[in-house]
């Protein structure tokens, strides 16, 4: 499907998936979205590779993360700069093949939250909680892949190399675990994180303790408050950001200037590794 032309000094985008991130992605980008592509098969050699326009500067995957290897690995393998959705891809070994391609830049979406533009230096401690009710989303991979990556790219962020991981975690609806819960010690701190996607409502929330106090943030709300002994919190302003739009805007300038992605693929590879450790964890004591 076809859509109207860019204007004359953006770039032309392709979009490959039309389930609920595509069409997201798809309103976001507006008029530099050139094609639109629901893929139908299962190998990289399908049809639907032809139909990504020789002209496109840029690609955004959005299909199921069973797809992402498939899907992306011939596309990069054209030189085309690729935006896929987290989890980078469903396997470890697909993870590190995608990960060698400069052009790759993977959505994870929480780094251009704009709460996140309050995080204090010097955190000591995350505590993160992140629900979803289950509703089908993405159980082709588990609740660490699906929610908790974002929690786990974040502690690599601003704790460092993790030293030590205990976790447990439940199968509920699905066949892969739907509610874990891991401890990690990183070279700078304790992390404490819960994921569920059995959970009654969303819920989104980071309580960040360090040199400058304990905060909290609700990256659904996209709203930070300084928690202060013996006061009422302080709330903190933030700047009225789309993170989809941020993210657009960070991947397109680096694929128009060539230079490095936003959320390069090792990152996105390293908190790929870090859930694989959550999971054997996990999976050690079900």
């Given at each position: 499907?076809?859509?109207?032309?860019?204007?004359?000094?953006?770039?032309?985008?392709?979009?490959?998936?039309?389930?609920?991130?595509?069409?997201?992605?798809?309103?976001?980008l507006g008029a530099r979205l050139v094609a639109v592509i629901d893929p139908a098969g299962?190998?990289?050699?399908?049809?639907?590779?032809?139909?990504?326009?020789?002209?496109?500067?840029?690609v955004v995957v959005a299909?199921?993360?069973?797809?992402?290897?498939?899907?992306?690995?011939?596309?990069?393998?054209?030189?085309?700069?690729?935006?896929?959705e987290k989890p980078l891809a469903s396997e470890l070994?697909?993870?590190?093949?995608?990960?060698?391609?400069?052009?790759?830049?993977?959505?994870?979406?929480?780094?251009?939250?704009?709460?996140?533009?309050?995080?204090?230096?010097?955190?000591?401690?995350?505590?993160?909680?992140?629900?979803?009710?289950y509703d089908g989303r993405g159980t082709d991979v588990d609740v660490v892949l699906d929610l908790m990556i974002h929690d786990l790219d974040l502690v690599l962020r601003l704790l460092g190399p993790v030293h030590e991981v205990r976790a447990v975690g439940l199968r509920v609806e699905s066949d892969g675990i739907d509610h874990a819960e891991a401890w990690l010690e990183a070279e700078g701190g304790v992390a404490t994180l819960v994921a569920s996607r059995v959970a009654p409502g969303p819920a989104r929330v980071l309580e960040l303790t360090g040199d400058r106090g304990r905060h909290r943030l609700d990256l659904s709300a996209g709203a930070v408050w300084r928690i202060l002994a013996n006061r009422e919190p302080e709330r903190i302003p933030v700047p009225p950001v789309d993170a989809?739009?941020?993210?657009?805007?960070?991947?397109?300038?680096?694929?128009?200037?060539?230079?490095?992605?936003?959320?390069?693929?090792?990152?996105?590879l390293a908190a790929m590794e870090?859930?694989?450790?959550v999971r054997k964890a996990i999976l050690g004591r079900c």
């Open positions: 499907m076809a859509t109207p032309s860019p204007e004359p000094s953006g770039l032309r985008v392709a979009l490959v998936g039309c389930g609920r991130m595509g069409r997201l992605h798809a309103s976001k299962g190998e990289p050699d399908l049809p639907w590779v032809s139909e990504v326009p020789e002209d496109v500067d840029a299909v199921p993360a069973a797809r992402h290897f498939e899907v992306a690995l011939p596309l990069l393998q054209r030189g085309l700069p690729t935006l896929v070994g697909h993870a590190r093949q995608l990960a060698a391609f400069p052009q790759l830049c993977v959505n994870h979406i929480e780094r251009f939250n704009p709460a996140m533009a309050a995080l204090p230096q010097g955190v000591r401690h995350i505590s993160a909680t992140r629900m979803a009710p989809l739009d941020a993210l657009h805007s960070a991947f397109l300038d680096a694929a128009r200037r060539g230079g490095p992605m936003p959320v390069p693929g090792e990152e996105a870090l859930a694989g450790r």
